[in-house]
Each structure stands twice: as structure tokens, then as C-alpha cells.
């Protein structure tokens, strides 16, 4: 698919204020095995420029930026985000995970997105951060460790994570990331591009664990399961990895333009390629029946559609609260398409099941409480409305102090202002 008529991405300047201190020279990266050089000599794999590289074991040039946070190098300063509540529970989710929160860490990811530049720059050798995302994420779920969520919930706190610092809040280069770890064809005996980049990507995320485990207490163990993953996918030849890595960056892409609540949503979660490129991924339905619920005007069939991607993802990831709300949502906006009466009460009441589920999982998110507020203004509950909608502004105002936050506690504000005046409902309306 072209991307030429993608709509104009947001300036990272618009959300992303940063400061460079300049790019460190480039090393010329090599498709060689790391810790051997095409000379024999022994190799070291560090980063440069936001890409990977293996250079002479001793050799470091000047000014270098690499991923231990304790080194004294001059880094771009830290990105003042208009944080939203979804990117408020992610960085929650994320930081009960160390090894991904420090993988991740935002700063070193946000430094990697502004070294690629422009959105035509993106290529496997600076997409470092979505590599250990994969990498990370796989031994998180083998291990049976993720916490306070399923895996998709995790996954999602992943995509904003890539979205809002790697992306940073262009499509574009969400679109063209996809696209990279597409299959590519290799003449002769030419190495598989994936599998070089991830396990470059590898040896140097072990060589950050040797420096925070000097004594070896987990290392060995953590280094031999992060091997195994890589010998599992090696025999694969890396298409589960390039799979994953399409995958975020497909449900990166349609964040974005959810944030932007740009109607291009739509056109993407419906486009064929993606539907080929990830076909029967229930965390792609997910996402796409999000891309179709930007519109406020969507069609009834695009609303049918929406509605079954977010049901069928639900056989799948069954208390994922992101999934119930999403489908109380379609269930909410259905009922005000019909004019028959018992259809939108029952789309009503499936609604209200379906946002009380959501919260069953999560108690915390503020937008939950909203929804339900919704539903039950709209089932001439007044009382059970203003009381959530409450409820959801309290929240909120313990969440991220940002405009964004602002923005929409003021919204849900003015809701409970025109909801407080409202006449009551006559006994014979109820």
C-alpha cells in the first residue's frame, strides 16, 4: 500500500518539545555474526545514530550514545509529553515490568526516534526499540510473568509506548515500519535482514545485563532464556519476530490517528494488505475496531463490523478490559442507530454488561466510569450517571496533570453541569 496519501502528520514538536545535542558519527553496520569481524578480529555491538553496528572490540568513537543510562554522555533532553490517560495505566503497566521498563526506558527510545529523522528513514537498523519490545514481551509471556493484565493489555501499553516515543506521534513512520519487516526477498545466500537486527539487538541488551548484574545473580538465567528465544525463532527464521514487529507497528499506526481522531483510521483498519499481512491476529482486530470507531459518523456497516472484530478478539483475550469497553462503546452507539425500541434497549443493556466487565478488571481507568455514565443517562438512570461520571473526574484529576487530562476531565465537567440541570424524567418516561 502507498503511504503518499497518508494525511500530514503532527509536528513531534506539537506534542514532543526536545532539545538535540548533535548525532554521533555513524559506524558503518555489518551483516556479520556479532563478536566476529569479516577480518577475525574480535567485536563488540554497540548503537550509533539510533542504529546497531559491530565494531573492533576497543574501539568507541567519540561522543558515542548508548544505552547505559549511567554513562556520561551528552543525551537530548527529556520530551515534554502531553500525556493522555491511556499513556498514564501504560507506563504504569509497564514499569511493574523492570526488564521492559528499562529496555524501554523513554528517554533512550524517544533519542532513537528523533536520530531517524524524517519518516522515509525508517529501516530495520533503527528500529532497535521494537526488536527488544518483541524480544521482551515473548520472554515476558513464556515466563508466565505478566502482571496486574493479560498479554494483549501489555502488548497494548507496548504500542503506545513505541507510538508516542519511537513514532513519535507521525503514522508515517509507524506505516513505514510495518513495511520493513514485511518479506523482502535476498538473492543468493544473503543473511535474513530480521534475524541480524534481532540478534544484534541481543548481544547488546545482554552486554546492559552484565553491567547490571556484575555479580551474576540472574544473569545466567535471564541470558540462557533470552538464547532460547532466539534459537526457537532462528529455526523459524525470524517470522514470528517479523510478524510481532508488523504488529505493533500496525497498532501503532492506528493509535496515532485515533489520538488525532483522523477518519484515515478506518481506511487503514479496513485496508487489505494489513489484513493479509497479519491475518487471524486477534490483538490487529482489536486495534482495527478502534480505527473504526473514530468516525462519530460512521456507517451501520463499518459499526457491524467494529463490533465483531472487538467480539472476536473477546474469545480470545476474555478480561481484557480495553476489549469490553471498546464493545460497549459499539453497543452504546448502535442503540441510537435503530428507532426500534426493545433493539436499543437491549444493545443498552449489553452495553452496561460489557462496561462492567471492563471495570471487574480494572477499577482505576477513568474512562470506564465515563462510558458507564453514558449508558446509564441513557437508560433513564440519572442518578447511576451522575454519580459515575463523578467518579471518573475524581479519577482523573489523581491521574497526569497534562492538557490532555485537563481536556477531557473539563469535557466530562460540562457533561456533569448539563446532566445536573436536566430535568427529571416523569414517572411515566423511566
Not at 62 to 88: C, F, H, I, N, Y
Not at 307 to 312: A, D, G, I
Request: proline share 6%; glycine share 6%.
Amino acid at each position: 500500500m502507498s503511504t503518499s496519501n497518508l494525511p500530514a502528520a503532527t509536528s513531534p514538536g506539537d506534542e514532543l518539545e526536545a532539545t538535540s545535542t548533535g548525532e554521533a558519527p555513524e559506524v558503518a553496520p555489518t551483516d556479520e555474526a556479532p563478536g566476529v569481524a569479516p577480518t577475525g578480529e574480535a567485536t563488540e555491538v554497540v548503537r550509533t545514530g539510533g542504529r546497531l553496528a559491530t565494531i573492533p572490540t576497543g574501539h568507541t568513537p567519540e561522543a558515542l550514545p548508548t544505552d547505559d543510562r549511567s554513562a556520561d554522555v551528552p543525551r537530548a533532553a527529556m520530551p515534554k509529553v502531553s500525556q493522555t490517560l491511556d499513556d498514564t495505566w501504560a507506563d504504569d503497566l509497564i514499569e511493574r515490568h523492570p526488564r521492559l521498563s528499562r529496555v524501554l526506558d523513554r528517554k533512550v527510545v524517544y533519542e532513537i526516534g528523533e536520530a531517524i529523522g524524517v519518516p522515509e528513514n525508517v529501516d530495520l537498523e533503527n528500529l532497535g526499540p521494537v526488536f527488544d519490545a518483541v524480544r521482551e514481551y515473548e520472554y515476558v509471556r513464556r515466563n508466565v510473568q505478566v502482571k496486574a493484565s493479560d498479554e494483549a493489555r501489555l502488548f497494548e501499553a507496548l504500542v503506545y509506548r513505541l507510538g508516542r516515543y519511537l513514532f513519535l506521534n507521525d503514522e508515517r513512520r509507524a506505516i513505514n515500519a510495518h513495511n520493513a519487516f514485511l518479506p523482502q526477498p535476498r538473492r543468493g545466500g544473503g543473511k535474513n535482514p530480521v534475524g541480524v537486527n534481532y540478534t544484534l539487538r541481543l548481544e547488546m541488551v545482554k552486554a546492559q545485563d552484565a553491567k547490571q548484574d556484575p555479580e551474576g545473580v540472574w544473569l545466567d538465567e535471564v541470558s540462557n532464556a533470552l538464547d532460547k528465544v532466539n534459537q526457537d525463532e532462528a529455526v523459524q527464521e525470524y517470522s514470528e519476530v517479523a510478524r510481532q514487529g508488523r504488529l505493533l507497528c500496525f497498532c501503532a499506526a492506528l493509535w496515532i490517528l485515533e489520538l488525532k481522531g483522523s477518519p484515515q483510521a478506518a481506511e487503514i483498519a479496513l485496508d487489505d494488505s494489513y489484513r493479509q499481512s497479519l491475518s487471524g491476529d486477534q490483538i490487529a482486530s482489536f486495534f482495527r475496531a478502534r480505527g473504526l470507531l473514530v468516525s462519530p459518523v460512521a456507517s451501520m456497516a463499518q459499526t457491524a463490523l467494529g463490533l465483531q472484530f472487538v467480539t472476536t478478539a473477546l474469545e480470545t483475550f476474555g478480561k481484557n478490559p480495553g476489549m469490553h469497553h471498546t464493545k460497549a462503546l459499539y453497543l452504546l452507539r448502535q442503540s441510537a442507530m435503530t428507532e426500534i425500541e426493545p433493539v436499543s434497549r437491549r444493545c443498552l443493556d449489553e452495553a452496561l454488561e460489557s462496561v462492567e466487565n471492563a471495570l471487574s478488571s480494572d477499577a482505576e481507568f477513568p474512562q470506564f466510569y465515563a462510558t458507564r455514565a453514558l449508558v446509564k443517562n441513557r437508560l433513564g438512570d440519572p442518578g447511576g450517571a451522575l454519580i459515575d461520571i463523578r467518579a471518573a473526574i475524581e479519577l482523573a484529576r489523581y491521574s497526569a496533570t497534562s492538557p490532555a487530562v485537563s481536556d477531557e476531565i473539563k469535557n466530562w465537567t460540562d457533561r456533569l453541569q448539563d446532566w445536573q440541570l436536566a430535568p427529571l424524567p416523569g414517572r411515566g418516561d423511566r
